[in-house]
């Protein structure tokens, strides 16, 4: 994977940047991880796990084992072609598993995008797509147009994120924002507001105690494309408040958009006074250039995004990430099928969400997402 490196802009540069993502394909790259280690490092680790294997193991675990042999006697005579698209979000986990995978089936070709959620799902409901990778649960609108066009699906949840809010290292002004002062700053009613302190009035009006500095403010986002704007805005603070408000659940459009996280952290980071929300991974990938914000839900306390209160959902902007697979191109394409069954190998998934800086889900979790697989 490569890594668009964080530089700090002048506002012309950052400017540009965002024109250029606006005129792109939107494919993002996914964050830097160190060098996945070799297939054949992990199965000296699932042998030496065999030979401390106790008696009176139960039936199950021997028929993975089996199913995991039976897997790895197949390695190398796979070949054909795979297509994933979707969240910017969830690439860099697919993209990493497809690394993953290739050590041992060099022969199979597979294409990672990630133009965003709604994107993906439009690609996959055309059949363009085996994967789509969504960092939303597919919507109404979305399943219709999959069952219309004769494409059944089976969703399996890989991970979990926490949709992180995000400054300028040098914004030393502020430290946690509440929903109130989200909605007051990005929410439908912003529109027009570029000062922090301009949102203050509305955000106290809604509950908020926080002191908002007197400092202009610019705002870098992801587009209407994304599932993260999608649950930023249906789901998190912008939800929260709208329909009380009588406001639409949008965000204000005056903002600098992109369905590329590197450009969005860039832009965040390029600004003193910024403000903006990506996926975790990326967030933290960039944590030497961009300050992670503590976050309170109505009534809350001011949590930060770590992995420990992301994966307890004490983090109030944690949510599930998914994949979404075509059940008959899983059935005719034995190398998607090996590919799935590989991605959702516990010890696969947990060593490329925790290079990735993702959340693993507990084992029973997973366990359900395998038996969603299994059951298909």
């Known amino acids: 994977m490569t890594t668009t490196r964080t530089r700090r802009l002048g506002a012309l540069a950052i400017a540009a940047v965002f024109a250029a993502g606006a005129c792109g394909t939107g494919a993002n790259q996914s964050p830097t991880a160190s060098a996945i280690p070799s297939q054949g490092t992990q199965s000296q680790a699932t042998e030496s796990q065999a030979a401390e294997s106790q008696p009176g193991e139960s039936q199950a675990a021997e028929s993975q084992a089996g199913e995991s042999q039976a897997a790895e006697s197949q390695a190398g005579d796979l070949s054909g072609e795979i297509a994933i698209s979707g969240s910017s979000t969830v690439q860099p986990i697919s993209q990493g598993m497809a690394e993953l995978f290739n050590q041992a089936n060099p022969d199979v070709a597979i294409r990672v995008d990630g133009p965003g959620t709604g994107d993906g799902f439009q690609l996959f409901c055309a059949g363009e797509t085996d994967i789509s990778d969504a960092s939303r649960a597919i919507d109404e609108e979305e ?30 002004a502020v430290t946690c924002l509440s929903y109130a002062d989200l909605y007051a700053l990005i929410g439908p009613e912003a529109e027009g507001v570029d000062n922090w302190n301009d949102a203050e009035a509305l955000a106290h009006e809604l509950g908020s105690t926080t002191d908002l500095p007197d400092a202009e403010l610019q705002i870098f986002g992801p587009g209407e494309e994304s599932g993260t704007y999608d649950y930023f805005v249906a789901d998190g603070p912008i939800a929260e408040f709208a329909e009380a408000q009588g406001q639409e659940e949008v965000s204000r459009k005056d903002y600098n958009s992109s ?4 450009v969005i952290v860039e832009g965040v980071a390029g600004f003193d006074t910024s403000l903006g929300w990506v996926g975790y991974a990326f967030a933290q990938e960039n944590a030497a250039t961009v300050k992670l914000l503590e976050v309170s839900a109505p009534d809350g306390e001011c949590v930060a995004p770590t992995p420990e209160a992301i994966a307890s959902n004490e983090y109030p902007l944690s ?30 998934l947990t060593q490329v969400n925790d290079e990735v800086s993702y959340i693993n889900l507990e084992s029973s979790a997973l366990g359900e997402t395998r038996s969603a697989w299994e059951g298909r």
């Open 259 to 262: 369905p590329n996280d590197n």
């Open 143 to 172: 399943a219709a147009a999959c069952e219309a066009a004769g494409i059944e699906y089976v969703e399996l949840q890989v991970a979990i994120d926490g949709l992180s809010v995000i400054t300028s290292t040098a914004n030393e």
């Open 319 to 348: 949510r599930p990430l998914f994949i979404y697979v075509d059940k008959a191109k899983a059935e005719s394409n034995p190398a998607l099928a090996a590919y799935v069954d590989f991605y959702l190998d516990e010890a696969n």
